[in-house]
């Protein structure tokens, strides 16, 4: 079989992964432990993220033509990607919280709905919270003052009554 024929099943499973992503976040994982490794893994498998090491060349390949194409200057050396199509920020938050058990573990760069961020720019990514976090504070928010008037008339009521 030619190497070629090898080659193809392996971009063709990276491009399966990046198609619909809404984030893909590139680290260099040189140095981790297999617990620290096996932990990081499991921590992004519950958050529904795609957690993988590829040769650079397939991942270039892969990225040929998407947006994910601008990580190709940074695809050097011992590369993972952790790729996620829910939750935009999700590999950086948890990549981020694995550092601070693991710091051999950091940040290459990141495409998060077609914008590339640096390696600051990804941990800036990694303080922004969730979605669903967002909109409990969001609504929150909205409630608070509505409560509020709530009681302010409930009292006036009972005053005059």
């Known amino acids: 079989m030619a190497?070629?024929?090898l080659k193809?099943?392996?971009?063709?499973?990276?491009?399966g992964h990046i198609d619909g992503a809404a984030s893909v976040v590139v680290v260099n994982y040189c140095g981790l432990t297999v617990e620290q490794d096996?932990?990081?893994?499991k921590s992004l498998r519950e958050a529904g993220v795609v957690y993988k090491v590829y040769k650079n060349t397939f991942l270039?390949?892969?990225?040929e033509g998407t947006d994910f194409a601008?990580?190709?200057?940074?695809?050097?050396?011992?590369?993972?990607v952790a790729i996620s199509k829910d939750d935009a920020t999700a590999p950086?938050?948890?990549l981020a919280?694995?550092?601070?058990?693991?710091?051999?573990?950091?940040?290459?760069?990141?495409?998060?709905?077609?914008?590339?961020y640096d390696e600051s720019g990804c941990k800036v990514l990694a303080t922004i919270p969730s979605k669903e976090v967002l909109i409990s504070k969001l609504l929150g928010s909205i409630k608070s003052p509505l409560?509020?008037?709530?009681?302010?008339?409930?009292?006036?009521?009972?005053?005059q009554a």
Do not use: C, H, W, Y
Request: charged share 25%.
């Open 3 to 5: 190497k070629v024929e």
């Open 8 to 15: 193809a099943p392996i971009i063709d499973e990276i491009k």
């Open 38 to 41: 096996t932990q990081l893994r």
């Open 60 to 63: 270039k390949r892969a990225f």
């Open 70 to 80: 601008q990580l190709d200057n940074v695809l050097e050396g011992p590369t993972a």
């Open 92 to 94: 950086a938050r948890i």
């Open 97 to 116: 919280d694995a550092m601070k058990n693991a710091p051999v573990l950091t940040f290459k760069a990141g495409v998060v709905e077609g914008t590339l």
């Open 147 to 159: 409560s509020n008037l709530a009681r302010v008339l409930s009292q006036i009521a009972e005053k």
